[in-house]
């Protein structure tokens, strides 16, 4: 089942601008990582955040988490049309129980015009 | 460092028939998931396999299996084939299920079509 909702679903903008999406969820959690998938094929890492952290950065990549709300969100500065894909949140649930295991939200396509 | 190799990728099958599909892992990682993903549904946990044992499953029917060899490298299989089998299967691994906080590598994919 998936863990929340990703908003927006759809987001367009142009090069050069920034691009924000924000992913809800359920349960607690050990980390949140976002992921990138162009066209259908495999899932590329971008960043992990523990629950424990608040924010991380990464190139042009910025994360925030809110463990008390159950929301994190991804942006993505000064965006190139090669950022054009569909990004995806994915979380660990706590305990041990759920190593190996990533629960994904429903992810937010993304298309950036040159 | 070679990445996760899926094969095949792609297959094209007929209603009843079964698959099975592979997954080589990164060269040292013992950790390997598989996730289905559909429009409709999303990306959705399968199972996870660690030193041969399945350690995790999500919420699959029994037509869908799995296994792990001495060397890491995984096959799921899945018998008598649905339309809505349909999807793209992905595997991922990781160094170790004992890390917290560890990333997951994907491949890229095996595109499954049931017809």
């Known amino acids: 089942s998936q863990q929340g909702e990703e908003d927006p679903q759809a987001l367009s903008i142009q090069e050069g601008e920034n691009a924000t999406m924000n992913c809800s969820y359920k349960?607690?959690?050990?980390?949140l990582q976002w992921y990138r998938q162009n066209s259908g094929r495999g899932l590329v890492h971008l960043i992990l955040?523990?629950?424990?952290?608040r924010e991380k950065h990464s190139g042009r990549l910025r994360v925030t988490l809110d463990t008390s709300k159950k929301s994190s969100s991804l942006l993505i500065t000064a965006s190139r049309a090669a950022d054009t894909a569909s990004y995806f949140c994915?979380?660990?649930?706590?305990?041990?129980?759920?190593?190996?295991?990533?629960?994904f939200g429903q992810g937010t396509i993304l298309t950036v015009h040159p | 460092k070679a990445g996760v190799t899926q094969t095949p990728r792609y297959l094209i099958k007929t209603r009843g028939q079964q698959v099975t599909l592979s997954c080589s892992p990164i060269?040292?990682?013992?950790?390997v998931s598989w996730y289905q993903q559909t429009p409709g549904q999303g990306l959705q946990f399968l199972f996870e396999?660690?030193?041969?044992?399945?350690?995790n499953k999500g919420n699959f029917p029994g037509r869908f299996s799995g296994r792990q060899f001495s060397n890491s490298r995984s096959e799921m299989n899945v018998s008598t084939l649905e339309l809505g089998d349909s999807a793209l299967y992905l595997c991922?691994?990781?160094?170790?299920?004992?890390?917290?906080?560890?990333?997951?590598?994907f491949g890229q994919g095996t595109r499954l079509t049931v017809v």
């Open positions: 991922a691994s990781s160094p170790s299920r004992g890390q917290l906080n560890t990333e997951a590598f």
């Open positions: 349960t607690s959690i050990n980390n």
């Open positions: 955040i523990r629950s424990n952290e």
């Open positions: 994915a979380t660990q649930d706590a305990g041990g129980t759920s190593y190996g295991k990533l629960t």
């Open positions: 060269s040292g990682h013992r950790s």
């Open positions: 396999y660690f030193s041969e044992t399945q350690r």
